[in-house]
T-cell receptor
Framework: DAKTTQPPSMDCAEGRAANLPCNHS???????VYWYRQIHSQGPQYIIH???NNETNEMASLIITEDRKSSTLILPHATLRDTAVYYC???????????FGTGTSLTVIP | ETGVTQSPTHLIKTRGQQVTLRCSSQ?????VSWYQQALGQGPQFIFQ???????GRGNFPPRFSGLQFPNYSSELNVNALELDDSALYLC?????????????FGSGTRLTVV
């Protein structure tokens, strides 16, 4: 079962920051937060992951609250190509499966 | 570095038939997982293979089975196909203990059962 809660859909203006929230109130101490996205008819694509600290890479930033019960994925300058379904996933460091929810459908508007 | 490739991309089968889907893992990855994604839903974990043995299974019946080969490629077999088996089947490869970057997914095989 999915261990995360995400809004079903969001819109974002092109060029603006997209902030996608995720609640994971039952997260355990050894569970990572992963973000993937899925563009229509493609496989999910890795974006970023973290355990406790905020993380940043060339695609996005991940902000995890101090109590780790929620996180936010930030796409700093959204483009039309960022339109996709974004999945927030928690899993143990040694677990062997991801529990996907239904994700957030992000639409970037010109 | 090659990614994960799956074949075929699309497939139509009749209820009751059997199907085999194939996956080539990303170079260097030794673990492969299979997911089923129904329309409008997130992917659901079917099972994972490591060192040619099943290493975890989701809530899927035994008619879903798999193989992993010495070169880490993999097959998903589904027997006695049902209409509800119509879905996108995703293969994902990783290292044994992917505490790092998680899985690399293929683009999937779209199976339609009629």
């Amino acid at each position: 079962d999915a261990k995360t809660t995400q809004p079903p859909s969001m819109d974002c203006a092109e060029g603006r920051a997209a902030n996608l929230p995720c609640n994971h109130s039952t997260i355990s101490g050894n569970e990572y937060v992963y973000w993937y996205r899925q563009i229509h008819s493609q496989g999910p694509q890795y974006i970023i992951h973290g355990l406790k600290n905020n993380e940043t890479n060339e695609m996005a930033s991940l902000i995890i609250t101090e109590d780790r019960k929620s996180s936010t994925l930030i796409l700093p300058h959204a483009t039309l190509r960022d339109t996709a379904v974004y999945y927030c996933i928690v899993r143990p460091s040694t677990g062997n499966q991801f529990y996907f929810g239904t994700g957030t459908s992000l639409t970037v508007i010109p | 570095e090659t990614g994960v490739t799956q074949s075929p991309t699309h497939l139509i089968k009749t209820r009751g038939q059997q199907v085999t889907l194939r996956c080539s893992s990303q170079s260097g990855h030794n673990t492969v997982s299979w997911y089923q994604q129904a329309l409008g839903q997130g992917p659901q974990f079917i099972f994972q293979y490591y060192r040619e043995e099943e290493n975890g299974r989701g809530n899927f019946p035994p008619r879903f089975s798999g193989l992993q080969f010495p070169n880490y490629s993999s097959e998903l077999n589904v027997n006695a196909l049902e209409l509800d088996d119509s879905a996108l089947y995703l293969c994902a490869s990783s290292y044994r203990d992917p505490g790092g970057y998680g899985y690399t997914f293929g683009s999937g095989t779209r199976l339609t059962v009629v």
